[in-house]
């Protein structure tokens, strides 16, 4: 480089120019008095207020949309073990049968054991015993007899257990009723005679 190219860079000093206008007094407020800019305060707490209004309402509605939608999930998944317990119970029917005749033995049993573990982790439970009274919301009576031994209608036979999945009933109980025999035939003779018009 030439001295007089390096004498010549050399002179011109770098200048930096800020042209933003700072106001010197902030407590000295402008004259030119805006009215838009008095209507605005005022505006300013109503709007907010109905952006908060807006946004509490939209958090309780998606507060909401997540309950509905977690109860709609755990329904499903409930409706879908009570399909498959469904599928299952002709299997728990047959190991039953077998049980009843000695024929679950070895391997078989083992298998039977576990199922019975599962499906009561489950929540399937069994009903319908002998000597339980009879209610027809539970119970499909398919044999009806009338005996002395009995004070209401109850289970004397139960040709099929029925299972529930918590307060889903699955299936009935197939049993067989006995009904006091008592007031049943009191029944006709206990009721006074009516006058029969001549």
């Known amino acids: 480089m030439s001295d007089e190219a390096r004498a010549g860079s050399e002179e011109e000093p770098v200048r930096i120019t ?5 106001d010197k007094d902030p407590a000295v407020e402008p004259t ?3 009215p838009a800019a008095e209507a605005a305060p005022s505006a300013e707490p109503d709007l907010l207020a109905e952006r ?19 109860r709609d999930r755990l329904v499903a998944g409930e409706v ?3 399909r498959v317990l469904t599928d299952f119970l002709p299997v728990l029917d047959n190991l039953d049968r077998a049980k009843a005749h000695g024929d679950l033995t070895g391997g078989l049993k083992a298998v039977a054991d576990q199922l019975d573990d599962i499906f009561g982790k489950l929540g399937l439970v069994a009903f319908g015993q002998v000597g339980d009274e009879f209610d027809p919301s539970i119970h499909e009576a ?3 007899d009338v005996s002395d031994e009995v004070t209401v209608a109850t289970c004397t036979t139960v ?3 029925g ?10 109980a ?4 006995s009904e006091p025999s008592g007031p049943a035939e009191n029944t006709g003779q206990d009721q006074p005679e009516q006058d029969q018009p001549e």
């Open 142 to 144: 398919v044999l009806h």
């Open 80 to 82: 879908a073990i009570a």
């Open 159 to 161: 040709m099929r257990p």
């Open 52 to 70: 908060t209004a807006d946004l509490q309402r939209l958090q309780a509605e998606y507060a909401n949309y997540r309950k509905r939608t977690e």
């Open 32 to 34: 030119d008095a805006d």
């Open 163 to 172: 299972y529930r999945h918590g307060e889903r009933l699955l299936r009935p």
């Open 18 to 22: 800020d042209k933003r206008k700072i």
């Open 174 to 177: 197939m049993v067989g009723v």
